[in-house]
């Protein structure tokens, strides 16, 4: 099983930038997907959730109007876009995949850097 998240990197505040996490090893399909960034010195915070088949998707307020999640089970791929970044959005950002019964995510990434600085 693998995802491998790429698409981080450092950008100015109001910027964009778009994740991508390519899967393989396991359904994907059948998976909902999740972004999970974790910020130095912070626990980790959710940041969206896509279900299996693509039709609902799920934010926190810190990043709801400014992200999107997005799938392509055609692709094993799940990404996101992130509009007018702020600095407080500066962290590693992770993908997972859990099933929809399930309480915890079954499989992670290893992690993407996104740093927003002037």
């Known amino acids: 099983v693998q995802l491998v998240e790429s698409g981080g990197g450092l950008v100015q505040p109001g910027g964009s930038l778009r994740l991508s996490c390519a899967a393989s090893g396991f359904s994907f399909g059948s998976y909902d997907m999740s972004w999970v960034r974790q910020a130095p010195g912070k626990g980790p915070e959710w940041v969206s959730t896509?279900?299996?088949?693509?039709?609902?998707?799920y934010y926190p307020e810190s990043v709801k109007g400014r992200f999107t999640i997005s799938r392509d089970n055609a692709k094993n791929t799940v990404y996101l876009q992130m509009n007018s970044l702020k600095p407080e959005d500066t962290a590693v950002y992770y993908c997972a995949a859990k099933t929809a019964s399930g309480s915890e995510y079954d499989y992670w990434g290893q992690g993407t850097q996104v740093t927003v600085s002037s």
């Open positions: 896509i279900n299996s088949g693509g039709g609902s998707t």
